[in-house]
């Protein structure tokens, strides 16, 4: 990496930031696990060759 890139990537990395307020993590994993058991149980119904 350039040694001029470092100072700017500091700036960058010292201000406000991390996860939004209104991200809840537990409420986004459970909507991803809910996604996720939701296309797995339709996978499982639509495939008939057994």
């Given amino acids: 990496m350039n040694a001029a890139a470092l100072p700017v990537l500091n700036l960058l990395a010292d201000g406000e930031g991390g996860n939004h307020?209104?991200?809840n993590p537990y409420?986004?994993?459970g909507a991803a696990l809910f996604v996720l058991l939701l296309l797995l149980f339709v996978?499982?119904?639509f495939n008939r060759d057994r």
Avoid: A, E
Wanted: hydrophobic content about 20%; aromatic content about 0%.
């Fill in 43 to 45: 996978t499982t119904r």
């Fill in 27 to 29: 409420l986004t994993g």
């Fill in 21 to 23: 307020d209104s991200l």
